[in-house]
């Protein structure tokens, strides 16, 4: 697990020593669960970022009417949290949950602030993680307004290639805000066009 986030770090092409990738590693807790266990509930303050060495974690919300709204699929390689409930410490509208079984690196927000701190170069990197999640956030919203479901769907393929041997197609369908009946016909009616 260690030597994958290391890997992962050297590849960001961050301007960071051996010393503060280890110290950066050092400062997490390596944690392995099961497929659906809950690592932030509704309600809970997000007290941690987590970055995910292999399995595959959901980010999602309860509407009123109990339909569960998917806000983003984190694969491994990625880094997740409730942005808004961790910085400003107040309780989450979001649960993450495990996909699959999966192997994370955990910082809690005091350790992780420390390391900000410490190390300039993370705090850098840092921002631009933020800013890019809120690149994508607002891509996402655009296209929900401006996107046909056929178009939501291959945008998506390309920004989650292999993703459907994943998760129920009804998780993708909740992703793209379409109906499982919509992104079954958009499926079937891809399988009827011929292969350029």
């Keep these: 697990m260690l030597a994958i986030f290391e890997n992962y770090m050297k590849a960001q092409h961050i301007d960071l020593t051996e ?18 266990t809950i690592l932030l509930q509704a309600g809970d303050i997000c007290r941690h970022k987590i970055f995910i060495t292999k399995g595959f974690l959901r980010t999602y919300r309860i509407g009123a009417d109990g339909t569960e709204h998917i806000m983003q699929f984190s694969p491994e390689l990625n880094w997740t949290t409730d942005g808004e409930s961790y910085t400003h410490r107040t309780p989450s509208s979001y649960i993450i949950e495990a996909l699959e079984d999966s192997q994370l690196m955990i910082w809690n927000r005091d350790r992780f602030d420390t390391l900000l701190q410490t ?5 850098t990197y840092s921002e631009q993680l ?24 291959e945008d998506f393929l390309q920004a989650y290639p292999g993703i459907l041997s994943r998760v129920p197609l009804r998780m993708v369908a909740s992703y793209l805000g379409v109906s499982l009946k919509t992104l079954t016909r958009i499926r079937q009616d891809q399988l009827r066009q011929p292969v350029k």
């Design 130 to 153: 933020i800013s890019r999640h809120l690149h994508l956030s607002r891509n996402r919203l655009y296209q929900t307004f401006s996107a046909t479901p056929a178009e939501k769907y």
């Design 19 to 36: 010393e503060q990738i280890q110290m950066i590693t050092a400062a997490a807790v390596e944690r392995t669960v099961s497929r659906k």
């Design 119 to 123: 190390i300039p170069n993370l705090r």
